[in-house]
């Protein structure tokens, strides 16, 4: 556990106020809608949300939420006909106003599996998702889609990817801003820290760039200095 200012991995990351602050990503095509295919997604996050708010959302319908309730993490997964609601209650909880590492893994064979700060827990059964579960409206990240559950906190290095990611992928790539692997979908490191309109950048090798909807959604950029800064850890 570290204290630190700007961003995790880099000078900045995105801090949403849990009110008005979210991001639209305009996709690339159909790189970022999964089927009847598995799928991850993994980020960082620093919160002390205990309402509801999702970190990433397409559409409830038809798609995936993925965020938190009650300080713990939550899932989402709808092929239009079935949908699984996994509210993780039992779980740990992330909004101790510190820094983790959060994932989910959907294994459309098998269950959803959750990861925090690198360690995996099993969570619903998914196999009831028979149907694809590619979503007609664009993704946002920080909202839910009728313009409610904000997320209050700061959100960086969100990745998602096409497959099943093993517990070993997912701890060799929690703490670099170029991870490596197959069948990256989308790498939004979240640390431009100054602009909205194509502001959330993609780099992995597609397109999937998102506007943000305040500029004042950025972490102000920490600073180090030698002999005189301090880095707490406990």
């Known amino acids: 556990d570290f204290t630190t200012s700007g961003g995790l991995l880099g000078a900045s990351c995105l801090e949403l106020n849990g009110t008005d602050e979210y991001a639209t990503i305009t996709a690339d095509g159909s790189t970022l809608q999964f089927g009847t295919g ?11 949300q205990s309402t509801e708010g999702v970190i990433y ?7 995936t939420i993925f965020g938190l309730k009650g300080g713990k993490l939550r899932y989402y997964g709808g092929d239009g006909a079935n949908s699984v609601n996994d509210e993780n209650s039992t779980g740990p909880t992330v909004n101790d106003g510190k820094w983790h590492h959060v994932a989910i893994v959907v294994d459309r064979s098998d269950k959803l599996f959750w990861y ?27 909202r839910r889609n009728n313009g409610s559950q904000f997320f209050d906190g700061c959100i960086e290095q969100f990745r998602v990817w096409a497959d099943v990611r093993t517990t070993t992928e997912i701890r060799a790539n929690m703490f670099t801003d170029t991870p ?25 090798s597609n397109s999937n760039t998102g506007t943000l909807s305040a ?3 950025w972490a ?10 301090t880095l707490v850890m406990a």
């Not at 490596?180 to 992995?204: E, F, K, P, Y």
């Not at 102000?220 to 800064?229: E, H, L, P």
């Open 220 to 229: 102000g950029a920490g600073t180090f200095t030698y002999g005189t800064s």
């Open 180 to 204: 490596s692997g197959d069948n990256l979908r989308a790498n939004w490191r979240l640390d431009a820290g100054t602009g909205t309109t194509d502001a959330i950048v993609d780099s992995s």
């Open 38 to 48: 598995d799928y991850t997604m993994e980020c960082w996050i620093k919160t002390t």
């Open 215 to 217: 500029s004042g959604a």
């Open 116 to 142: 925090l700060d690198g360690k995996m827990s099993a969570g619903a059964d998914v196999t009831s998702l028979t149907g694809t579960i590619n979503s007609p409206t664009a993704p946002e990240i920080g």
């Open 57 to 63: 959302r397409d559409e409830e319908g038809q798609g």
